[in-house]
């Protein structure tokens, strides 16, 4: 099996008014999920001077399609993002990443550093997998298709109550080929590998609701706890997605860890 993707498509927004000196910041989605719902936040950033780069994880793009023997995991998803932030930049940038994409950004912090200024995990600290998830996931491998109640049942754990537009919008990440749904779900519920975490030397952010089902307070406490370089950033009553549902907040906090935290202290 090969651990070699398809060069990633990459949305690069330039902002107004560009502030001096600030990285780009790297949106990564999470599983069966589109990159549209970076949207809210990213219009955030732009407006706050942040260069904004959304990606699409392998296999995720319309269209695309992966190599046969693509092995889809948390180290081959990061390479892929690695290769392709080098392709645009020799410098370091922000990272962000939700839920999957924070196993990705977390992997690729602690296997490929010098891409990485700063990172920035939404929605997600390593933790055993969510048992419901993992329930849900087997059982949906195991008859090869995600059916309607499934799509509906996360879209409820993600997202709360949604208007019927914005559930269809936010819905387009189920549309993903199920072998991509399938090999990336299966990564998410590995999680990452224990040694991961320690190798990480960029300042690190936890941006997380306090209503998100996904993640235990206690969780959340004992990932950020577990070094100085981590800090916590709760949104009062915002669920999994907080970027979603609280875009300005997000925005805020990542502007203000983002200028505490690079450059780094000479």
Not at 129 to 149: H, V, Y
Not at 218 to 241: D, I, K, M, N, Y
């Amino acid at each position: 099996m090969s651990n070699d993707a398809p060069p990633l498509h990459v949305e690069v927004r330039e902002a107004a008014a560009p502030l001096a000196g600030s990285p780009p910041a790297v949106l990564i989605h999470g599983w069966a999920s589109s990159s549209i719902y970076w949207e809210p936040l990213a219009q955030e950033l732009l407006d706050a001077g942040h260069r904004v780069w959304i990606l699409d994880l392998p296999g995720y793009h319309p269209g695309e399609e992966l190599p046969g023997d693509f092995a889809w995991t948390l180290d081959s998803a990061a390479a892929a993002v690695a290769a392709a932030i080098a392709a645009r930049t020799a410098e370091a940038v922000h990272v962000a990443g939700h839920s999957l994409g924070g196993s990705v950004a977390l992997t690729l912090a602690a296997h490929h550093p010098e891409r990485v200024a700063t990172l920035a995990l939404v929605g997600m600290v390593p933790a055993p997998p969510n048992q419901g998830f993992r329930t849900m996931l087997l059982s949906q491998l195991e008859q090869g298709f995600i059916d309607a109640g499934t799509r509906a049942k996360c879209m409820k754990a993600w997202f709360g109550p949604l208007p019927a537009e914005e559930t269809k919008l936010l819905s387009r990440g189920f549309e993903v080929p199920f072998p991509v749904l399938a090999a990336s779900g299966t990564a998410a519920m590995a999680g990452v590998a224990p040694e991961v975490p320690g190798l990480v030397k960029a300042p690190t952010l936890v941006l997380t609701g306090t209503a998100d089902r996904l993640r235990t307070p206690e969780q959340v406490q004992e990932f950020v706890s577990g070094s100085p370089l981590r800090r916590l950033a709760a949104v009062p009553g915002a669920g999994h997605s907080v970027h979603w549902e609280q875009p300005r907040a997000c925005a805020v906090a990542l502007h203000e860890f983002w200028k505490e935290s690079w450059p780094p202290p000479a």
